[in-house]
């Protein structure tokens, strides 16, 4: 009975202590939690999960498959090309109507350059590469693409440095709630809480990290479209904020450039076209108005058949479009 009492005491003075050492804390700032924008998402908390296909809601139209997009059949139209976009809200068309989404637009200037071609829009808000991996397998494969066009953002490699890198389970609710625990074990040395980080701390431990994380999801992706006897094209985004400050060199878009060139992956540049497109090209913060769709849409349609591409034909075939020039200009 007495060593419970005793027992009970020390726990007593632990929980004095702690509640102390906790209030410290907050009243002298330590441990403050960072400023994480709302477009770095947690998966766990928005979502669900990290290897969730679920996402933001959808807008009509919506397919059977539960994409933004219209219904496609199992087998092509012959001497069609199939292109599967995939990716997060500025590929989906967040804020803009369906016409004025990137799918749209591109199947709209190829067709007007003599490019018969059927677009697919495998994207859903809030997604991460590891969900356009799993959107790949599970619904983009089916329809035997022959070009995969992966829209990236700069959100992507944040989102997956501070949701692949969190800490673990057990004390992640501390970590949210504490101060204290902030304070001890100090999160933000490993969590990006702002995108311009990308910019401003390029060779920083847990900006490298990001990276690491997000050219290993590029690099499996590219390792299954290989396969499947498709092409791969990576696209990078920019932000607006690359339009409003010319001091934010594009950074990001360079190193993923890098990237793709060491590791034989197609990278179209459409950072920079809608960069000197202006502010025009952009509804918010980072997606896309209807001309930005446009402007990446011929580059898009520039860079990608003016060379083989495969039909449900079986073997590759030429198709010859116009001059880049006109579709490469805003």
Known sequence: MKAAKVLAINLLVLFVLLALA????????????????????????????????????????VNAEGFRDVDHTGQSRPGVVRVACIGDSVVYGYGVPFSGS??????????????RAE???????????????LAYERHARPYLPGWVILGCCLNDIPEL???????????TPLVRHSALVRAAIRPE????????????HPDHPKVQNGYRLFFREIQA???EVERDGARLAVLLFPFRFQVLDPGFAPLPQEAVRSFCSENGILYVDVASPLI????????DYGHLS?????????????RLFLGPVRTDSGPEQKKGVPSPGPLDSP
């Open 276 to 283: 000197r497109a202006g502010e025009c090209a952009f509804v």
């Open 161 to 171: 440095q501070n949701n692949l890198e969190k800490p673990p389970a057990w004390l």
């Open 221 to 223: 992706l590219a390792r």
């Open 102 to 115: 990137l799918s749209r637009r591109l199947e709209e200037v190829l067709g007007r350059y003599g490019v």
């Open 119 to 133: 677009v697919f829009n495998f994207s859903r808000p809030g997604w991460s590469p590891l969900q356009y991996r």
């Open 22 to 61: 906790e209030g410290v804390c907050r009243l002298a700032g330590w441990g403050a939690s960072p400023a994480v924008e709302p477009y770095i998402a947690d998966w766990q908390q928005k979502f669900g999960g990290v290897f969730s296909l679920t996402g933001g809601a959808v807008l009509p139209p």
């Open 189 to 200: 040395r490993a969590e990006i809480a702002r995108v311009e980080e990308l910019f401003t």
């Open 290 to 302: 209807p001309l930005g769709a446009e402007v990446a849409a011929r580059v898009l349609a520039a």
